[in-house]
């Protein structure tokens, strides 16, 4: 299941989708019975960092967020440094 929550981020990559978005979009039977099915893969995911955390949503980063979001890590990190 979690190949397959990546590959509809991916195809959709910058899109912020709530849980239930994904649950629903994955398997509307299991939506239907449990609609928070997905989140426990998407905290996952979040956690081994393949998608990104934003508040109550998650994000499936494209090329250009990544290489800003390590942009701004490296300054954070040289700025810090003494």
Sequence with gaps: MELEI???MKQ????????KE???LLDRDAYRENAH???????KLA????????EAFYVYPTEQQR???RR???????????
């Design 72 to 82: 701004k890590e490296g300054k954070v990190k040289a700025s810090g440094e003494k």
């Design 6 to 8: 990546l590959q509809i």
């Design 12 to 19: 959709a990559a910058g899109t912020k989708f709530s849980y």
């Design 67 to 69: 290489s800003e979001h």
């Design 22 to 24: 994904i649950g629903k």
């Design 37 to 43: 099915w997905a989140r426990p893969i998407l905290e």
């Design 47 to 54: 956690f081994e960092r393949h998608i990104w955390k934003d």
